[in-house]
Every structure is written in C-alpha cells, then in structure tokens.
C-alpha cells in the first residue's frame, strides 16, 4: 500500500472532510496486512482506522475511515431505516461495520447501503437503492437524487483536496505530515 495510492483514493478522509474512503489493493501476497497494521498503528491518534472488508486471492476491497464521522453519520434517521432495512445491527458504528463486511462477503449483489458508510448524504444512498438508474440529478463521487448545490460542492472540494494532497506528497512531505 503506498502513499500515492492512499492519496489517489482517500485524500478527502485523511484530509477529515469525508467519513470513508475505497480502493482495491492488488497484492501478490498476503504481507498487506502487516501494512494494515502498521497504519492503523500510526494513524489511530488522529483518528483514521484502515481495515480491508473482502479478501480474495489478489486483491483487496480496502476500507478507510474516521470512526467519529461514521458514528455521526449512522445517527441520521435516514441512514438508520436503510441499515434496519438491509438487517444491521446498529448498536454501534463497529457493529455496522462488521455487518457491511458480512453483506459483502455473503450477499449475491452489492450492498449499495455502503455509501452510508462513504459519507454520502442518506438521501442519495436511498434514491440509489431504489432506483439506481432514473432520478438521479448529477453524477460525481456518487449519484446526486437531492440536494444538488452541496454535492457539487463537496465533489469540488473532494477534487481540490486530492490535487493538494497528491501535490504536497511530491513535494516531500509524509502521509503522517499530511493526515489531519
């Protein structure tokens, strides 16, 4: 797992304006977790945790995020009828966590309710799930069913922030030196 990738993929999370950061790792063998450790060890005082939700054979579906975002986020009574809706536990962030892993691991189609767990506004997770292809507004990091000015916004933000990062980097500074 290099620093370009993580920059590449999570600079608005490690920035703290987006709760949770994708991207698959590809891997030839499974010393990936030994770096998985190694950042969570480094980045647990501000705040970021790295874990990888679906393991295969050469990759890895790898989730970074700030578990203080995410409970505030799960907290949104529109979040919470979308995850009681798919069967979470939503007894806690870490519990939802787990039952995401689960869904990915065991259901047949993809849990579109993992926005949620992203940051997107619950709304447009909801428009997404029931109706993925119509009614959408705009297309950015996600689909956009409402508030279309503050998304735009956001993907603006999202983009400057990766730019930034991805700039500094170069520059020399550490991901440590980075991480907010």
């Not at 993907?155 to 991805?166: A, V």
Request: glycine fraction near 6%.
């Amino acid at each position: 797992m290099s620093d370009y990738q993580l920059v590449r993929y999570c600079a608005p999370t490690l920035a703290g304006i987006k709760t949770g950061s994708l991207f698959t790792l590809h891997f030839a063998s499974e010393d990936f977790r030994q770096d998985v450790s190694a950042f969570n060890r480094s980045m647990r005082k501000k705040g970021i945790r790295i874990i990888p939700l679906k393991v295969s054979d050469t990759y890895a579906l790898i989730y970074l995020y700030r578990p203080d975002m995410l409970d505030k986020d799960l907290k949104d009574p529109v979040a919470v009828n979308i995850l009681k809706r798919f069967g979470y536990s939503i007894s806690s962030p870490d519990r939802c966590v787990v039952d995401l892993v689960r869904r990915l691991n065991s259901s047949p189609v993809f849990p579109h309710e993992i926005g949620l767990f992203l940051g997107y506004p619950p709304a447009d997770v909801d428009g997404f799930i029931n109706n993925p292809n119509e009614g959408f507004y705009e297309t950015g990091y996600w689909k956009v069913y409402s508030n279309v000015e503050s998304a735009r916004l956001a993907f603006r933000r999202f983009k400057e922030c990766t730019e930034e990062y991805d700039r500094k980097l170069k520059e020399g500074r550490t991901l440590e030196q980075l991480v907010v």
